[in-house]
Antibody
Framework: EVQLVESGGGLVKPGGSLRLSCAAS????????MSWVRQAPGKGLEWVGR??????????DYAAPVKGRFTISRDDSKNTLYLQMNSLKTEDTAVYYC??????????WGQGTLVTVSS | SYELTQPPSVSVSPGQTARITCSGD??????AYWYQQKSGQAPVLVIY???KRPSGIPERFSGSSSGTMATLTISGAQVEDEADYYC???????????FGGGTKLTVL
């Protein structure tokens, strides 16, 4: 059974940093393209970024609002995905989901972790 | 950047057909996917690669795509189909992944 468990969310001041983690199990993590998706309170889904598997180059791509501030990385030895968030803004307040695909890019979702950016 | 445009809301009576559209410039070349999100739950895939239905999704859900518009059709919508629906696709390079703004379907 695929399981994705996010952690690391919390309250942070504007301009601050936070690192989210996603522990994965139930599939071959090293072969998977992993994504982060966020959802601001009462708003829609927003793709944050994606990291390819190392065999596919291990490259990352990001949505425009977070490019240059957020960094996705992975540790295949620990089956863990990371999202380093710097220079946080109030508009980054959202539930952040770790996702992985099979039939589609987002077949499996974690429970999400809430990030609140506020002074 | 790249955008997918959906209507904010669609409303139908039970048993009627609901159609939710998604427009984007790259859709002639890129697949559309559709996700259903009920309140407080994670999204669920209901249509992939424009028109394919995952196992376990009722037959009343179907998808199509023509030109720059993809459409999710729910034939004989049920009250339990009330949810937010999101289309997903990529830009022409395939590197930027995008969700539409979401459509709230009301069945009453």
């Amino acid at each position: 059974e695929v399981q994705l468990v996010e952690s690391g969310g919390g309250l942070v001041k504007p301009g601050g940093s936070l690192r989210l983690s996603c522990a994965a199990s139930g599939f071959t993590f090293s072969n998977a393209w992993m994504s982060w998706v966020r959802q601001a309170p009462g708003k829609g889904l927003e793709w944050v970024g994606r990291i390819k598997s190392k065999t596919d180059g291990g490259t990352t791509d990001y949505a425009a609002p977070v490019k240059g501030r957020f960094t996705i990385s992975r540790d295949d030895s620990k089956n863990t995905l990371y999202l380093q968030m710097n220079s946080l803004k109030t508009e980054d307040t959202a539930v952040y989901y770790c996702t992985v695909g099979a039939t589609s890019p987002f077949d499996y979702w974690g429970q999400g972790t809430l990030v609140t950016v506020s002074s | 950047s790249y955008e997918l445009t959906q209507p904010p809301s669609v409303s139908v009576s039970p048993g009627q057909t609901a159609r939710i559209t998604c427009s984007g410039d790259a859709l002639p070349k890129k697949y559309a996917y559709w996700y259903q999100q009920k309140s407080g739950q994670a999204p669920v895939l209901v249509i992939y690669e424009d028109s394919k239905r995952p196992s376990g999704i009722p037959e009343r859900f179907s998808g199509s795509s023509s030109g720059t518009m993809a459409t999710l059709t729910i034939s004989g919508a049920q009250v339990e189909d009330e949810a937010d629906y999101y289309c997903y696709s990529t830009d022409s390079s395939g590197n930027l992944w995008v969700f539409g703004g979401g459509t709230k379907l009301t069945v009453l």
